[in-house]
């Protein structure tokens, strides 16, 4: 072939990615706004913002990457979301052609997930029980905080301070540790990023939020949420959850009870309590 066409040739194909969008590129800087002047303002407006949220429902689909007795799971799988807020949520994913294979929930008094087939664990706790930072793979808490609930009515220490274009709540706990750091966009104050301490105050979880849409008045849910879980500054496991519809929706009496009651641990190889982050074997 010749060296011309062969030069030809590679130049038609550089322009095709190039104009094709395939080039890496070069993300713009956020804009500046001016953020919250102080701590009680900021939780102030998102606390006002967490009084709009309303029950819903959601599909989407979820690519997480997580570990169960040194063995790596690697699982793309559709999810289906129900909240009600401020403390209700359930989460499915059909794993294996099963319709329940990952099973997450939580009510004002507790909280599980369970694994199956292949993991067949089921963890559970109550909220009373728990410190800063839980043990489970994904954490109610934090699905929770993704739809609008980041100011815990239990944290009374929050500062703020300012990075670029986000304000940063850092809440601490009676001993002064840092449990929580909410990162706040300051153009439109939603939340971009949270990230939990552990009781050592290392970073133990990372939860970031993009694609808001609006599902009511002034009511916005993300439909991207990637959560992170950390050991050593390193990712353990790590779920992609991309959320491609988010509807109101009203919660008759019976569904509640369906929907956010904790199921009996049946047909499970193991079943741990999670106990102010200690795993408890029941079975």
Not at 36 to 41: F, L, N, T, Y
Not at 44 to 55: I, R
Not at 150 to 158: G, H, K, P, R, Y
Not at 214 to 229: L, M, Q, T
């Amino acid at each position: 072939m010749p060296r011309n066409f062969v030069l030809l040739l590679c130049a038609i194909v550089l322009a095709v990615v190039i104009v094709s969008g395939c080039a890496p590129q070069m993300q713009k800087p956020l804009p500046i706004c001016a953020g919250k002047q102080s701590a009680g303002q900021a939780l102030s407006f998102l606390k006002s913002n967490s009084q709009n949220t309303v029950p819903f429902k959601a599909v989407g689909q979820c690519l997480a990457r997580f570990n169960i007795d040194e063995k790596k799971y690697n699982k793309n799988f559709p999810v289906k979301l129900w909240v009600n807020p401020p403390a209700q949520l359930r989460l499915q994913g059909d794993i294996s052609f099963n319709a329940r294979g990952i099973d997450m929930g939580s009510n004002p008094a507790e909280f599980w997930l369970s694994i199956k087939p292949q993991a067949g664990c089921y963890w559970w706790g109550l909220w009373n029980d728990q410190g800063p930072a839980g043990r489970l793979l994904i954490d109610p808490k934090m699905v929770l905080d993704a739809a609008g609930i980041v100011a815990d009515s239990n944290v009374q220490n929050w500062s703020l301070s300012n990075d670029g274009p986000f304000d940063i709540l850092t809440a601490q706990n009676h001993a002064g540790a840092v449990i929580k750091k909410v990162y706040v966009y300051s153009c439109d104050y939603r939340v971009c990023k949270v990230q939990y301490f552990d009781a050592e105050g290392l970073l133990a979880a990372v939860v970031e939020l993009d694609g808001y849409m609006e599902i009511a008045k002034d009511f916005f849910v993300p439909s991207v949420i990637k959560i992170a879980n950390m050991n050593n500054e390193k990712i353990t496991d790590s779920f992609k959850i991309t959320l491609d519809s988010i509807k109101p929706v009203q919660f008759s009496k019976q569904q509640k009870d369906i929907f956010f009651s904790r199921p009996e641990p049946k047909g499970f190889k193991r079943v741990l309590k999670i106990i102010d982050g200690r795993l408890v074997k029941q079975q």
